[in-house]
T-cell receptor, first 112, second 115 residues
Framework: AQSVTQLGSHVSVSEGALVLLRCNYS??????LFWYVQYPNQGLQLLLK??????LVKGINGFEAEFKKSETSFHLTKPSAHMSDAAEYFC??????????FGTGTRLQVFP | GAGVSQTPSNKVTEKGKYVELRCDPI?????LYWYRQSLGQGPEFLIY????????DSGLPNDRFFAVRPEGSVSTLKIQRTERGDSAVYLC?????????????FGEGSRLTVL
């Protein structure tokens, strides 16, 4: 069975500071990994994904994530936070059969 | 429309009543998913369609929940004898699974409140 653990339900950073949102996964097969973002009153949208190949993947709005198999992690980072990054972020894993299993989410707050 | 459309956006019903939630996916997307999101939780998988057939319904919590997609486009999630614990936001997503596995496009959800 697959699962995702997101450490920290809330993360607060100052504008311009580094953003780090943690995700660890469990999968019995090589996983596909995703980060989705949910802005207030909007649907979930894909931020970035890892399927195969390069382990450092870049997404929209300056976010990136690195797949580390040895650590079973897929942490999301952004060098400099912007006020518009305030949202809820969900990590998800798939066994390549399309069904996504989501974590419980991390709410990011950005302070001026 | 360009995106996934879900109706109604809000539904308030009484315990024991029957509810239908509708999802209109992105045109041409063969895969359609239903998820349920309770307060403070991530989306929980319910059922996945590939075309008209349910490819995986392992997430449906019990036999009060049923979903159909008769023509391979619009889908309806049906909940019988609703219970207060069914209150949640029900999310629909679609994807072009052959081209981009896992790249789901979500609607804004239908918020169900069971009194």
């Amino acid at each position: 069975a697959q699962s995702v653990t997101q450490l920290g339900s809330h993360v607060s950073v100052s504008e311009g500071a580094l953003v780090l949102l943690r995700c660890n996964y469990s999968s019995s097969v090589p996983p596909y990994l995703f980060w989705y973002v949910q802005y207030p009153n909007q649907g979930l949208q894909l931020l970035l994904k890892y399927t195969t190949g390069a382990t450092l993947v870049k997404g929209i709005n300056g976010f990136e994530a690195e797949f580390k198999k040895s650590e079973t992690s897929f942490h999301l980072t952004k060098p400099s936070a912007h006020m518009s990054d305030a949202a809820e972020y969900f990590c998800a894993v798939s066994d390549q059969a399309d069904k996504l299993i989501f974590g419980t989410g991390t709410r990011l707050q950005v302070f001026p | 429309g360009a995106g996934v459309s879900q109706t109604p956006s809000n539904k308030v019903t009484e315990k024991g009543k029957y509810v239908e939630l509708r999802c209109d996916p992105i045109s041409g997307h063969t895969a359609l998913y239903w998820y349920r999101q309770s307060l403070g939780q991530g989306p929980e998988f319910l059922i996945y369609f590939q075309g008209t057939g349910a490819a995986d319904d392992s997430g449906l919590p019990n036999d009060r929940f049923f979903a159909v997609r008769p023509e391979g486009s619009v889908s309806t999630l049906k909940i019988q004898r609703t219970e207060r614990g069914d209150s949640a936001v029900y999310l629909c997503a679609s994807s072009d699974s052959g081209r981009a596995p896992g790249e789901l496009f979500f609607g804004e959800g239908s918020r169900l409140t069971v009194l």
